[in-house]
């Protein structure tokens, strides 16, 4: 492998740790979907993006060059710039998560024992349970109020706030404990969130619960009740850091797959006037299988498509359906990156390695490949051709040894329309563990792909 690294000197060097402290705050400031939608909006808008909804409203025709954005239920972005090409001849499509593993609040989350005020979850997506004890947690989200107002909730991440976590027993009683298998160490509903321990003044029956009500009263104005409508998400505090004593990683939260949706729509950023159109579309609900109205599943895509048609000439059946089969995309997820300290699981040719830029999957899935798209290699060679000519770093790679795990991405839901789809992106470290590692060349390179993806693919 040629490592990415050595392609730069020090001044393109720098440039790259420029694009990777933009990622780095990025990742820090979004823990959430939503949080990173609003995020998303912001910099669109900053980069001459309008909302699309208004043109929808005022019916007012897309133009080449026009840029757009679509908020779906406040957890999905869609993003497209009018290409000077009909849309009938497909789009350049970018596409990766933006939700992640995490511990969710249950509806009825908090109880009292013994003078600790704890919070009830459900954890959210693949986690390892016993990698998110002892950690300071921070909860995110939104609490909705009958009253139609949506309370926005941060508390663990300003170096003035508490932070909330869960506990572990020590070792010195943990002779049974010690003695389990790694899943069952730490019980799925043992993630109790330890909040409080100290009780509300002349408060008989669980006072100190009711104290951390009146402080939630006091602060945020909600009921316990509220938690009923509410999606409180509790993730690592602190922000993401430079990782490796030449700060040539970047420790975070997040990384699957914020690492792609950052880079995906960064790319956007950059385009201007592109030959066809262009999108980037960050989803929700990748974590457990792309389902409901916000995960990859939902039409809300295709539903966008279509207006698209409409405002680009006029809305014709036939035309929508050539728009989608004719696109190309790539699937954007994080692979698994080759681990020193596990290599056991990895055969060699197929993996992927960090610096060695952005990772092309064939197919994921497990089992003889099962559950998995398996791209068309006249796609893979237009991408080889692509990238090689603008110098991009690219390597492939299959998520471990053969019948050694697996996984599954949002690829098989977009090639579904016809549509050519790969999946691709950035190798991790500790993925799914609440602090995942990522190369901050491989970042770059990925953001590099994605312009050339959507500027050259034909
Ligand atoms: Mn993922
Ligand atoms: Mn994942």
């Not at 909006?41 to 409203?57: N, P, R, S």
């Not at 109790?192 to 009711?210: Q, R, Y």
């Amino acid at each position: 492998m040629e490592n990415a690294w050595n392609k730069y000197n020090k001044k393109q060097k720098q440039q790259v740790f420029d694009f990777a402290e933009g990622y780095r705050q990025f990742i820090s400031d979004c823990k959430t979907e939503r949080e990173c939608v609003k995020k998303g909006v912001e910099i669109a808008e900053k980069h001459g993006f309008k909302d699309l909804q208004d043109f929808i409203d005022k019916k007012k025709a897309l133009k080449p060059g026009d840029k757009v954005y679509f908020v779906n239920k406040s957890k999905d972005l869609a993003l497209f710039i009018i290409g000077k090409q009909a849309l009938e001849n497909g789009m350049n499509i970018l596409g990766a998560h933006i939700d992640s593993p995490r511990i969710d609040l249950k509806q009825h989350p908090l109880y009292e024992d013994h003078d600790i005020a704890l919070a009830d979850t459900h954890y959210y997506g693949g986690i390892k349970a016993y990698q998110w004890v002892t950690l300071p947690l921070a909860l995110h989200g939104v609490v909705c109020k009958k009253d139609g107002s949506i309370v926005d909730i941060v508390i663990g991440e300003d170096m003035k706030d508490p932070v909330v976590g869960i506990s572990d027993l020590l070792i010195h009683l943990a002779a049974q404990q010690m003695q389990k298998k790694a899943n069952e160490v730490i019980e799925g509903e043992d993630l109790n969130i330890t909040i409080g321990s100290m009780p509300l003044e002349k408060e008989e029956k669980d006072a100190v619960k009711a104290n951390i009500l009146k402080l939630l009263k006091d602060k945020y104005n909600i009921e316990e009740d509220d938690f009923v409508s509410a999606e409180i998400e509790v993730v690592p505090a602190g922000p993401a850091r430079d990782y490796g004593l030449d700060s040539s990683m970047i420790m975070g939260y997040g990384h699957d797959d914020r690492v792609c949706a950052y880079t995906s729509l960064m790319a956007l950023m950059e385009i201007e006037n592109p030959e066809k159109t262009v999108s980037c579309m960050l989803v929700d609900k990748e974590e457990v299988g792309s389902i409901g109205s916000t995960g990859m599943q939902s039409y809300f895509y295709e539903n966008l498509v279509a207006e698209l048609i409409e405002l680009t000439g006029g809305y014709d059946y036939l035309k929508f359906r050539r728009c989608l089969a004719n696109s190309k995309m790539l699937s954007s997820d994080v692979s698994a990156a080759y681990d020193p300290n596990y290599p056991a699981v990895n055969e060699m040719k197929n993996t992927c390695f960090f610096g060695g830029g952005i990772v092309m999957n064939k197919y994921v899935g497990s089992r003889g490949k099962s559950g998995s798209n398996d791209a068309n290699p006249e796609f893979i060679a237009e991408i080889r051709k692509v990238w090689d000519d603008a110098k991009v770093s690219w390597q492939t790679a299959e998520i471990g040894k053969v019948n050694q795990g697996g996984g599954g991405t949002i690829a098989y839901i977009m090639a579904k329309y016809n549509m050519q789809v790969i999946d691709s992106g950035v190798g991790v470290q500790n993925m799914h563990a609440p602090w995942e590692v990522a190369s901050k060349v491989d970042i770059y390179e990925a953001k590099n792909a994605y312009v050339t993806f959507c500027e050259k693919m034909k």
